[in-house]
């Protein structure tokens, strides 16, 4: 069965530096999204993709975060300069050609934290 | 702009049935359910369109209720492999992404 791959699993890494969260979405998927949830709380809507432009972002994705589809197959989220409370685990998602928000897939998540 | 779930919480005992509501005071395009178990990804329970219709499989199902602006799910003889959190994710139309409520922990106990 088709799925929504993360890497790396957990990633650790110092406040002020750059990280980059890597997804392998569903391959016939065109529409990707990333989410996040700090530990304990709700699923958070970040960012959502789609023919290579973003469709819509929440007002957690300020100029810090970036998204890139860089070679057909992956899909990547940057944050520039990582702060504390950036900490928690970000989930990419895609969904298929159906349309929009069918069916989102997620991925088993990167678990970030800012030391 | 996030729905509201409820409960919260609850705790069953095997083979007894539950209903979590979600909420939302906005008009809703669709309303997707996710169970999460602790330390996994969501999981994809189903989706329902505007329209008031209801879905199921297995002991699992779900309506949307148009008028309110909610949305119930109901787990009817429920299985130990049911608990998780369960989130709601709402969506209105045009907005490209999900909202998500707060979740309703489920605790099935043998």
């Known amino acids: 069965e088709p799925e929504v791959t993360q890497t790396p699993s957990h990633q650790v890494t110092q406040m002020g530096q750059e990280v980059i969260l890597r997804c392998v979405p569903i391959s016939n998927h065109l529409y990707f999204y990333w989410y996040r949830q700090i530990l304990g709380q709700k699923v958070e809507f970040l960012v959502s993709f789609y023919n290579n432009e973003i469709s819509e972002k929440s007002e957690i994705f300020d100029d810090q975060f970036s998204v890139e589809r860089p070679d057909g197959s992956n899909f990547t989220l940057k944050i520039r300069s990582t702060k504390l409370e950036d900490s928690a685990m970000y989930f990419c998602?895609?969904?298929?050609?159906?349309?929009?928000?069918?069916?989102?897939?997620f991925g088993p998540g990167t678990r970030l934290t800012v030391t | 702009q996030q729905p509201v779930q409820s409960p919260q919480a609850v705790i069953l005992r095997e083979g007894e049935d539950a209903v979590i509501n979600c909420s939302s005071s906005?008009?809703?395009?669709?309303v997707h359910w996710y169970r999460q178990k602790h330390g996994e990804a969501p999981v994809f329970l189903m989706i329902?369109?505007?329209?008031?219709e209801q879905k199921g499989h297995d002991k699992i199902s779900a309506s949307f209720n148009e008028k309110k602006q909610q949305s119930s799910l109901y787990l009817t003889a429920s299985q130990l492999s049911y608990s998780g959190t369960y989130f709601c994710?709402?969506?209105?139309?045009?907005?490209?992404?999900?909202?998500f409520g707060q979740g309703t922990r489920l605790t099935i106990n043998p």
């Open positions: 998602a895609s969904s298929g050609d159906r349309g929009p928000l069918y069916e989102q897939y």
């Open positions: 906005k008009a809703l395009y669709s």
């Open positions: 329902l369109l505007k329209g008031g």
């Open positions: 994710g709402t969506e209105i139309q045009g907005a490209q992404k999900l909202v």
